[in-house]
């Protein structure tokens, strides 16, 4: 049960929370990850604006960072005793769900294990949700991995949207 686990990682606390939880299952079941972070067309336009006074490649950059991440994922399976092999998506195909689902579909996955904020409300409607649209759309079982209650409480309290201003999904 459950020998081919996907990961979706982007070095957030939740996201590391739910790499954790997925390395004890897959110690459990004996089961392998596969660790995976998608590269999309908000995560590049961020960085544009985070590297605004920088000249140099982007994407370049992106990836960088995406496989380093990547690597202290698999560094840290590995000193569990567990294996994983990792996939970087930075192609701009689709929404981070939908190249989750694929990769999910791919690999044979027989479970996503994925860490979430568990925003609600405001938070939920204005950020939107891959966890839940990944959770919606899934061929496989989804194992939601939420940040602690504080931590979700603090993050949404620091959102703030300017007045005047409206977000979309």
Same mark, same amino acid.
């Given at each position: 049960?459950?020998?081919?686990?996907?990961?979706?990682?982007?070095?957030?606390?939740?996201?590391?929370?739910?790499?954790?939880?997925?390395?004890?299952?897959?110690?459990?079941?004996?089961?392998?990850?596969?660790?995976?972070?998608?590269?999309?067309?908000?995560?590049?336009?961020?960085?544009?604006?985070?590297?605004?006074?920088?000249?140099?490649?982007?994407?370049?950059?992106?990836?960088?960072?995406?496989?380093?991440?990547?690597?202290?994922?698999?560094?840290? $399976?590995?000193? %569990?005793?567990?294996? =994983?092999?990792?996939?970087?998506?930075?192609?701009?195909? /689709?929404? #981070?769900?939908? @190249?989750?689902?694929?990769?999910?579909?791919?690999?044979?996955?027989?479970?996503?294990?994925?860490?979430?904020?568990?925003?609600?409300?405001?938070?939920?409607?204005?950020?939107?949700?891959?966890?839940?649209?990944?959770?919606?759309?899934?061929?496989?079982?989804?194992?939601?991995?939420? $940040?602690?209650? %504080?931590?979700?409480? =603090?993050?949404?309290?620091?959102?703030?949207?300017?007045? /005047?201003? #409206?977000?979309? @999904?």
């Amino acid at each position: 049960m459950y020998q081919r686990i996907l990961v979706p990682v982007d070095g957030s606390s939740t996201s590391n929370r739910g790499l954790s939880e997925a390395i004890q299952l897959a110690k459990i079941t004996g089961g392998r990850l596969r660790l995976v972070h998608v590269i999309d067309e908000l995560s590049f336009a961020l960085s544009m604006d985070a590297y605004s006074g920088y000249t140099g490649d982007w994407l370049k950059e992106l990836r960088a960072s995406a496989t380093t991440l990547l690597e202290k994922g698999r560094a840290q $399976a590995a000193a %569990e005793g567990v294996a =994983a092999d990792v996939v970087l998506c930075d192609t701009f195909k /689709g929404t #981070v769900n939908d @190249q989750v689902i694929a990769q999910a579909v791919s690999s044979q996955a027989q479970l996503i294990v994925l860490g979430t904020h568990g925003r609600r409300g405001l938070g939920r409607w204005v950020m939107g949700s891959s966890a839940e649209h990944i959770l919606r759309l899934s061929p496989v079982p989804v194992l939601l991995v939420r $940040a602690p209650e %504080e931590q979700a409480k =603090a993050e949404f309290e620091s959102f703030t949207l300017p007045v /005047g201003e #409206v977000a979309s @999904q």
